[in-house]
């Protein structure tokens, strides 16, 4: 056994034998009254120096290395027994980080399935001694192995699966491990972009979309608990560019306007997509329900777009309209996957698949009419950071 330093000085075995070693001491004379499952989670006592009502939490990795302290009120240590345990799929991926940070913000016990292969890459290691630091349980497994899958998925409640579009079909034996382990409450498949069920590109998107639409009707014949969503794009993805395919940054003298420029699209943060996304898992109003992301600000067509974009350099820029059938001729002559920008914008500015129908009406919900008290980035406010 080894020594692990406690914050006033003193020192406790540890017993390096475990890869997230938990222990529990009091310090105070009164010792607060725990669930087991708290108590096995992290080292959980009262703040000796205060005297408050507040727990501390510290969890010791194996060997001396020191681990993480956070202070929590005890009604939002009561909220976390009461919270659902997510576990996140992809937790390394772009949107798969934010999604596990915002469940470890809103005080869910958080678990990610990790590939072996993410432990030795350099920036995804670094990611997962993030997450591990805050308090995430990372379990070793992955899409393409069933035990690990049904062993993660007997400590969870909530499967929130965030892996690459073209992965989408890998999901089938999480789906069947689900239906097995009968455990789950709610299943998020990997979506998080246009509705797949309402894209009227047919033909033309090299099955991107079909994937996603065959998942979702596997989930539900299976009868397994969802939320779908559809959060439409991403800000990190176009309008860094102000939806210019080719530029890195948003014009200043001339700009491409798809179509007649007054289709609306609709951008959100990848890190507001997962704030919205982990409010919904424990909400009876999204349960087997497509949840739609169109936050106020977020919503504009091309023309509105450029006009802010103006506004903020104060210039006039050179506008040039390119018809839809241009368009249309522009990605038939452009080679895949060069052609994928092309046909996203004919998707949703020519279309008008991300808002030409109504999201009630259709039987969704809508996550910023549902969660008001969630703060997010608006269009013009992202647009500020590239000035």
């Not at 302290?69 to 345990?85: H, L, P």
């Not at 999901?171 to 990997?190: D, E, N, T």
């Not at 420029?261 to 999204?286: C, H, L, M, W, Y």
């Not at 992301?293 to 006039?316: D, F, H």
Request: charged share 20%.
């Amino acid at each position: 056994m080894g020594l692990v330093s406690l914050p006033n000085g003193m020192a406790s075995p540890s017993f390096s034998a475990c890869p997230f070693l938990s222990l529990q001491r009091s310090l105070s004379h009164s010792s607060p009254i725990l669930s087991p499952q708290l108590q096995s989670q992290g080292f959980l006592e009262q703040d000796p120096l205060h005297r408050r009502d507040r727990i501390r939490r510290k969890v010791y990795r194996g060997g001396k290395r020191k681990g993480q302290v956070n202070f929590y009120w005890k009604s939002e240590v009561n909220d976390m027994e009461k919270k659902s345990r997510v576990l996140v799929i992809g937790a390394t991926g772009r949107l798969g980080r934010h999604l596990a940070e915002a469940s470890l913000r809103f005080s869910h016990p958080t678990f990610a399935l990790v590939r072996d292969s993410s432990f030795s890459h350099p920036l995804k290691s670094q990611n997962l001694q993030s997450l591990s630091n805050a308090g995430a349980t990372l379990l070793r497994g992955s899409l393409q192995d069933e035990a690990s899958l049904i062993e993660a998925l007997k400590q969870v409640d909530v499967v929130i699966c965030a892996i690459s579009p073209t992965q989408a079909l890998d999901q089938k034996l999480l789906i069947r491990a689900i239906k097995q382990v009968g455990c789950i409450k709610r299943f998020i498949p990997s979506e998080f972009g246009l509705d797949p069920d309402k894209v009227q590109v047919s033909g033309m998107h090299y099955n991107f979309f079909s994937p996603k639409a065959e998942i979702r009707r596997l989930v539900e014949e299976q009868g397994i608990p969802y939320t779908f969503v559809s959060c439409n794009f991403f800000m990190s993805y176009l309008l860094p560019s102000l939806v210019q395919p080719g530029l890195t940054s948003p014009p200043r003298d001339q700009v491409t306007i798809f179509g007649h420029g007054n289709t609306k699209g609709v951008f959100v943060q990848e890190k507001d997509i997962a704030s919205f996304t982990i409010r919904a898992v424990d909400d009876p109003r999204t349960l087997n329900k497509v949840l739609h992301l169109r936050p106020p600000g977020n919503v504009y067509s091309m023309n509105e777009l450029v006009g802010i974009w103006e506004t903020k350099i104060a210039k006039k820029l050179q506008k040039i309209y390119l018809s839809e059938q241009e368009l249309l001729n522009r990605i038939t002559e452009t080679p895949y996957p060069e052609n994928l920008d092309l046909i996203f914008i004919y998707s949703a500015f020519i279309k008008g698949d991300q808002t030409y129908f109504d999201v009630e009406a259709s039987g969704g919900v809508e996550g910023t009419k549902l969660y008001p008290e969630v703060n997010y980035t608006t269009i013009s406010e992202y647009l500020d950071t590239l000035l």
